[in-house]
């Protein structure tokens, strides 16, 4: 008589253990979709278009990660992590050497790791204009933004030597355009031709 009450006790206790798991499953595969649907991207843009409609463009390493709260412009907070990135190119509203706080919201979060270096594409945003980012821009790893950093080109800014190690940033040069290859090959060349002239004289 005991054992068929303590069978039972058993099995009524492993019917609620199985339907808490089932339920536990379906609320995270719940929030899962409802996160993929908040993040639902349209096409990528390419860099050029990603750069004007961004305010800052910039490749920073990871130096420092921390869960918290983005303000909205609405006055709501918005859940998601803060990454602090020492910059190390610059291409727009950053300079080369400085650190940048960048918010990046849990529904639609770039992967940042500490230590990991990225371009990243960031806008103002909310009610303190903080920089934010999401998977649904063109933020990505260093590793596998080729093609970002062939159209991007010569950044505005740039650190020549890491910290540590006698740092040198460009940051108070003006930004200059690549010059024209065939603009270039016609000074060397009339430079070689004074330098040939001196010599003879």
Request: charge should be positive.
């Amino acid at each position: 008589m005991k054992r068929a009450r303590i069978a039972s006790i058993l099995r009524v206790v492993s019917s609620r253990l199985t339907v808490s798991f089932a339920l536990s499953a379906a609320l995270t595969l719940a929030g899962s979709l409802a996160h993929a649907q908040l993040c639902t991207c349209p096409a990528t843009r390419p860099p050029p278009v990603a750069l004007a409609e961004s305010d800052a463009v910039f490749e920073g390493q990871v130096t420092a990660m921390r869960d918290g709260a983005y303000v909205a412009g609405g006055g709501e907070g918005v859940q998601g992590r803060w990454v602090t990135l020492l910059v190390l190119r610059e291409w727009k509203g950053a300079t080369a050497g400085t650190t940048r706080h960048v918010f990046t919201p849990t529904a639609c979060a770039v992967p940042f790791e500490a230590g990991t270096t990225w371009v990243v594409y960031a806008r103002h945003g909310g009610a303190n204009h903080d920089l934010r980012t999401t998977r649904c821009q063109r933020t990505r790893a260093v590793s596998t933004a080729r093609e970002d950093l062939v159209a991007l080109g010569i950044p505005g800014t740039q650190i020549l030597a890491m910290p540590g190690s006698d740092a040198v940033s460009r940051a108070q040069h003006p930004r200059v355009a690549p010059r024209p290859r065939g603009a270039l090959r016609r000074i060397i060349r009339r430079r070689t031709v004074r330098g040939v002239r001196r010599r003879r004289r």
